[in-house]
């Protein structure tokens, strides 16, 4: 197979690489060359939000296209229409943030999504952003277009600093404010499974939105800091907390405490989805320590501070204001 990744250096896209040289794919990549790909990837230069960004592409075929592209649809719309007739599948990775909020619990890949255009530029709030590039890619490309409508995800190499932030506070172990409740189900994915989806689906031309993550359930809030505790070898001790009481202190959730919800419309939204359609094109999930283990060797690899992307929030709780929580 040969590839064409439209990034392939950070996160999702540097992973995608991984698997597909993995499989023994021809890769190439355009990106603007800020960061190394992986070593075995053909890099092309440009930059999609740059007049002429795109005339590394401007010849050659392949077999399939992956996309991970995250900011103004634009550049995807620009993109599909000049690889129209060239490529065989093209496949992007979008988001569950295209529905429509709040969202029911259990709902699916018909549940409504946010108004956009493929022809919005410059800064776009990033539910319009990613459905935007869907609505490039539908009107170019129609039945050849997989939309991986990605949920959280997790793994090796992560750029936000969700789990990161979990290991390296575990690491340092004494009385650690646990969100909760314990049983709390979490619904993610492992960057590692999604690539391998993606991949799986491209060479299968699968068409169409599918909710890319893991099964509600698949992990609990308990599972996924009991296996950082494991996999730091911490002597942390796991405060489970009130999710009533966390709130009442103003405490942030998903950004301060990150990957954590407390139950209700947001939960629902982002840890309920039904995947239904992606489990049974073949999505498989490793267990949670699996990934809390991997995600903790790479960052030790990097001397344990994770990547942060610009775009993003800074996550984390200050220490101060966790002290005072456990002090009551």
């Avoid at 018909?110 to 459905?131: H, Q």
Wanted: hydrophobic share 45%; proline share 6%; with cysteine.
């Amino acid at each position: 197979m040969r590839l064409l990744l439209l990034g392939g250096t950070e996160f999702v896209g540097r992973v995608v690489a991984e698997e597909a040289l993995a499989r023994g794919w021809e890769v190439m990549a355009l990106n603007r060359g800020t960061r190394p790909a992986p070593e075995g990837v053909r890099t092309l230069l440009g930059d999609r939000t740059a007049e002429g960004g795109l005339a590394a592409l401007g010849t050659g075929e392949w077999d399939a296209v992956v996309d991970t592209w995250s900011w103004a649809p634009a550049a995807v719309r620009d993109s599909a229409r000049l690889l129209n007739g060239r490529v065989g599948h093209y496949a992007y990775v979008s988001s569950r943030s295209v529905y429509d909020y709040p969202l029911r619990a259990g709902a699916g890949e018909a549940a409504p999504v946010v108004a956009s255009s493929p022809d919005l530029t410059g800064e776009v709030p990033y539910a319009e952003a990613k459905r935007g590039a869907e609505l490039a890619l539908e009107a170019e490309f129609g039945g050849r277009a997989l939309l991986a409508r990605a949920g959280l995800i997790l793994g090796p190499h992560e750029n936000i600093g969700r789990l990161p932030w979990w290991l390296n506070r575990i690491a340092e172990g004494g009385p650690v404010l646990a969100p909760g409740s314990r049983g709390l189900a979490l619904q993610y994915i492992d960057v590692r499974d999604l690539a391998a989806w993606t991949l799986d689906a491209a060479a299968a031309r699968l068409a169409g939105p599918y909710n890319l993550v893991g099964p509600s359930g698949h992990a609990t809030m308990g599972e996924l800091l009991e296996a950082c505790v494991r996999a730091t070898g911490s002597d942390a001790e796991l405060c489970w907390t009130d999710p009533e009481r966390i709130l009442a202190a103003g405490v942030e959730p998903w950004t301060e405490l990150p990957i954590w919800l407390a139950p209700g419309e947001l939960y629902d939204f982002l840890h309920t989805g039904s995947v239904e359609r992606a489990l049974g094109a073949g999505l498989r999930c490793r267990p949670v320590a699996e990934t809390v283990a991997d995600t903790w060797a790479w960052l030790r690899s990097i001397g344990g501070s994770a990547p942060r992307r610009s775009d993003r929030v800074t996550v984390g709780l200050d220490r101060e204001r966790e002290a005072a929580l456990l002090n009551g």
